[in-house]
Protein backbone atom coordinates (compact mmCIF):
# COMPACT_ATOMS: atom_id res chain seq x y z
CA UNK A 1 0.00 0.00 0.00
CA UNK A 2 1.72 3.04 -1.47
CA UNK A 3 0.80 6.07 0.59
CA UNK A 4 2.41 9.54 1.39
CA UNK A 5 3.39 8.58 4.49
CA UNK A 6 6.10 5.52 2.79
CA UNK A 7 5.22 1.83 1.44
CA UNK A 8 3.00 -0.78 3.95
CA UNK A 9 2.43 -4.21 3.41
CA UNK A 10 -0.74 -5.56 4.42
CA UNK A 11 -1.68 -9.35 4.83
CA UNK A 12 -5.08 -10.38 3.70
CA UNK A 13 -6.71 -12.32 6.41
CA UNK A 14 -8.19 -14.73 3.85
CA UNK A 15 -8.52 -14.92 0.50
CA UNK A 16 -6.04 -14.85 -2.88
CA UNK A 17 -2.45 -13.85 -1.82
CA UNK A 18 -1.27 -11.13 -4.26
CA UNK A 19 2.04 -11.73 -6.22
CA UNK A 20 4.86 -9.45 -7.11
CA UNK A 21 3.56 -6.67 -9.34
CA UNK A 22 -0.57 -7.45 -8.32
CA UNK A 23 -2.87 -4.45 -7.65
CA UNK A 24 -5.54 -4.21 -5.17
CA UNK A 25 -8.35 -1.34 -5.00
CA UNK A 26 -8.70 0.00 -1.65
CA UNK A 27 -12.15 1.26 -0.31
CA UNK A 28 -10.99 3.75 1.86
CA UNK A 29 -7.89 4.83 3.55
CA UNK A 30 -6.86 7.00 6.56
CA UNK A 31 -3.21 7.18 7.90
CA UNK A 32 -2.39 8.73 10.91
CA UNK A 33 1.06 9.84 11.61
CA UNK A 34 1.85 10.38 15.51
CA UNK A 35 4.37 13.00 16.51
CA UNK A 36 5.67 14.77 19.40
CA UNK A 37 7.29 18.70 18.34
CA UNK A 38 9.49 19.95 20.10
CA UNK A 39 10.01 23.93 19.11
CA UNK A 40 12.51 26.55 19.45
CA UNK A 41 11.53 30.57 18.52
CA UNK A 42 12.81 34.30 19.34
CA UNK A 43 9.93 36.29 19.74
CA UNK A 44 9.84 40.28 19.57
CA UNK A 45 7.72 42.79 21.31
CA UNK A 46 6.44 46.36 20.07
CA UNK A 47 4.06 48.20 20.59
CA UNK A 48 2.84 50.54 23.76
CA UNK A 49 1.73 49.08 27.02
CA UNK A 50 -1.70 48.34 26.50
CA UNK A 51 -1.55 47.30 22.75
CA UNK A 52 1.65 45.12 21.94
CA UNK A 53 2.27 43.47 18.64
CA UNK A 54 4.72 41.14 18.45
CA UNK A 55 6.64 39.06 15.74
CA UNK A 56 7.51 35.30 15.90
CA UNK A 57 9.84 33.14 13.78
CA UNK A 58 11.72 29.49 15.26
CA UNK A 59 11.41 26.09 13.92
CA UNK A 60 10.16 22.71 15.60
CA UNK A 61 11.43 19.43 15.20
CA UNK A 62 9.01 16.54 14.69
CA UNK A 63 9.66 13.07 16.07
CA UNK A 64 7.41 10.14 14.90
CA UNK A 65 5.71 8.27 17.88
CA UNK A 66 3.96 5.83 15.76
CA UNK A 67 1.13 5.29 13.12
CA UNK A 68 -2.49 4.43 12.62
CA UNK A 69 -3.54 2.75 9.37
CA UNK A 70 -7.11 1.76 8.20
CA UNK A 71 -8.10 0.87 4.98
CA UNK A 72 -9.97 -1.71 2.89
CA UNK A 73 -9.21 -3.70 0.05
CA UNK A 74 -11.55 -5.50 -2.11
CA UNK A 75 -11.38 -8.82 -2.04
CA UNK A 76 -9.43 -9.80 0.98
CA UNK A 77 -10.89 -9.19 4.69
CA UNK A 78 -8.79 -7.01 5.72
CA UNK A 79 -10.39 -3.74 7.32
CA UNK A 80 -10.04 -2.03 10.56
CA UNK A 81 -7.83 0.49 12.03
CA UNK A 82 -4.51 -1.32 13.80
CA UNK A 83 -0.80 -0.56 13.98
CA UNK A 84 1.03 -1.66 10.90
CA UNK A 85 4.72 -2.70 10.86
CA UNK A 86 6.90 0.67 10.36
CA UNK A 87 6.69 1.44 7.06
CA UNK A 88 9.41 1.88 4.41
CA UNK A 89 10.25 5.23 3.19
CA UNK A 90 9.27 7.40 6.09
CA UNK A 91 11.81 9.73 7.92
CA UNK A 92 11.69 9.36 11.93
CA UNK A 93 12.45 12.95 11.96
CA UNK A 94 11.41 16.00 9.88
CA UNK A 95 11.80 19.92 10.70
CA UNK A 96 9.63 22.71 10.23
CA UNK A 97 10.16 26.41 9.93
CA UNK A 98 7.56 28.92 11.62
CA UNK A 99 6.92 32.36 10.80
CA UNK A 100 4.03 34.22 12.73
CA UNK A 101 2.79 37.06 15.16
CA UNK A 102 -0.13 38.42 16.88
CA UNK A 103 -1.29 40.68 19.54
CA UNK A 104 -1.81 41.45 23.35
CA UNK A 105 -4.12 43.29 24.59
CA UNK A 106 -3.87 44.30 28.50
CA UNK A 107 -7.09 44.55 30.12
CA UNK A 108 -5.28 45.32 33.52
CA UNK A 109 -1.61 44.82 34.99
CA UNK A 110 -2.54 40.91 35.11
CA UNK A 111 -4.66 40.17 32.20
CA UNK A 112 -4.13 40.47 28.56
CA UNK A 113 -5.99 38.65 25.65
CA UNK A 114 -3.74 37.02 23.19
CA UNK A 115 -4.29 36.19 19.26
CA UNK A 116 -1.54 34.28 17.35
CA UNK A 117 -1.74 33.04 13.69
CA UNK A 118 1.49 31.07 13.01
CA UNK A 119 2.31 29.46 9.79
CA UNK A 120 4.50 26.25 9.26
CA UNK A 121 6.37 25.08 6.60
CA UNK A 122 8.15 21.25 6.59
CA UNK A 123 12.17 21.75 5.26
CA UNK A 124 12.48 18.50 4.67
CA UNK A 125 10.05 15.83 3.47
CA UNK A 126 8.36 13.57 5.48
CA UNK A 127 9.08 10.43 3.36
CA UNK A 128 12.45 9.30 1.64
CA UNK A 129 13.37 6.62 -0.86
CA UNK A 130 9.33 7.31 -2.18
CA UNK A 131 8.62 8.39 -6.28
CA UNK A 132 6.99 11.46 -4.24
CA UNK A 133 7.79 13.66 -1.77
CA UNK A 134 5.41 15.13 0.87
CA UNK A 135 6.09 18.13 2.44
CA UNK A 136 3.33 19.17 5.46
CA UNK A 137 2.03 23.09 5.79
CA UNK A 138 -0.12 24.30 8.30
CA UNK A 139 -1.61 27.19 9.72
CA UNK A 140 -2.81 27.85 12.86
CA UNK A 141 -4.74 30.63 14.99
CA UNK A 142 -4.10 30.68 18.40
CA UNK A 143 -6.05 33.00 21.04
CA UNK A 144 -6.34 33.05 24.81
CA UNK A 145 -6.07 34.83 28.04
CA UNK A 146 -2.05 35.82 29.49
CA UNK A 147 -1.56 35.98 33.17
CA UNK A 148 0.93 37.83 34.41
CA UNK A 149 1.81 36.61 38.13
Known sequence: FDCSAGRYYLTPKYGTWPAVGDSAYTIASVNELHYITVPLAIKYYFGN?????????GGDANFLLGQ????????A?????K???KPIGLNNVFINA???GGLNYSLNRRFALTFSPIYRFSLNPINKDMPFKAYPRSISLAGGLRISL
Open 49 to 57: NKLNFFAIA
Open 68 to 75: DLTTGLYG
Open 77 to 81: SYYGK
Open 83 to 85: APP
Open 98 to 100: MLG
